[in-house]
């Protein structure tokens, strides 16, 4: 038991270390950022979530538009038991490319977005981090297209656990049928 309680107490301090050293991508270009993307991998840190989730979890889709005073509208398509639906989430630009904020109204909190790193035509590692009752931090793996190389896939898994997320809090979720709707 007491072997149990220093290796969890040990995986939260390296979780709640993962926000603060990471950075944005490198120059970051958020025009050729822009377009379609597909989030084929999730890491989360909420135990619940990924116990809940985990079997009916399936790819997303989401378009990604540039405002012109650099903030960004994203809106995702997520398969649901009760069928597909979109959400408009507003990305607010700081003052470091790469690095957004947005306000969720659902758990009424302000959450950073950190685009980890990206080639911008293939995939793109992205951080999600919020402070509510703890610390809460997701990575996701977006990818141009519903299927990614092996080895990106590689690449964030790699990168979630070198962050202390759990082997079995990383997914690769199935595509999703008919979501969105009409091939958008």
């Excluded at 951080?127 to 997701?138: A, C, G």
Aim: glycine share 6%; net charge positive.
């Amino acid at each position: 038991m007491r072997i149990t309680f220093v290796t969890m107490a040990t995986a939260m301090v390296c979780l709640m270390g993962v926000h603060g050293d990471v950075q944005p991508q490198r120059d970051f270009d958020l025009q050729r950022f822009a377009g379609k993307w597909y989030r084929v991998g999730l890491a989360y840190d909420s135990p619940g979530f990924t116990a809940s989730y985990r079997d009916k979890l399936r790819v997303s889709m989401g378009i990604l538009n540039p405002q012109t005073n650099g903030d960004v509208n994203l809106t995702m398509w997520t398969q649901r038991s009760t069928g597909c639906r979109s959400k408009l989430y507003t990305y607010e630009k700081t003052a470091i490319p790469g690095a957004f904020t947005y306000f969720s109204t659902r758990h009424n909190k302000v959450k950073d977005i950190t685009v980890v790193e990206t080639n911008y035509n293939e995939y793109a590692l992205v951080l999600k981090h919020k402070k509510m009752d703890r610390e809460y931090t997701q990575v996701a793996l977006y990818g141009r297209s519903q299927k990614v190389k092996p080895e990106v896939i590689q690449k964030f898994k790699d990168f979630a656990t070198s962050h202390g997320f759990p082997k079995d809090a990383i997914l690769t979720p199935p595509p999703a049928e008919n979501c969105p709707p009409y091939g958008r």
